[in-house]
């Protein structure tokens, strides 16, 4: 997480102070910038992921819900949003059996026989 990219910008910046090889730190500059678009991937799919959740749309919710999980999101959003999903799907239903049941009512063909 964000200890272990400070922790590392730290470890380098003393490794500068102590003259330590310029390759071994060309690997440790090397990781850090690796780390940090790793956290910045999985803050964009953070983001996505709750716009996903606010659009409604459930294929669009599944879609982020799948890549936020291949990025590493937070098992706790994660969570969050597959609830939310459930919810979405479930009023999906209802109201297409709301719709159907309403068709029935109406006396018009509701293309279920």
């Known amino acids: 997480g964000d200890e272990d990219l400070e922790a ?19 690997v440790a500059r090397d990781r850090l910038q690796a780390l940090r ?9 953070e ?4 716009a996903a959740v606010g659009q409604g749309d459930c294929a669009a919710l599944a879609m982020a819900i799948e890549q936020a ?5 937070d098992v706790d959003l994660l969570s969050q949003a597959k609830a939310s999903l459930e919810t979405l799907v479930t009023m999906q239903k209802m109201e297409a059996a709301k719709q159907v049941l309403e068709e029935a009512a109406a006396g018009e063909d509701t293309g279920l026989l």
């Open 47 to 50: 983001e996505a992921l709750a």
């Open 69 to 73: 999980t291949n990025a590493g999101v």
């Open 8 to 26: 590392l910008e730290h470890a380098i910046a003393d490794a500068e102070t102590a003259q330590v090889d310029e390759d071994q730190l060309n």
């Open 37 to 45: 678009e790793l956290k910045q991937k999985r803050l964009q799919m």
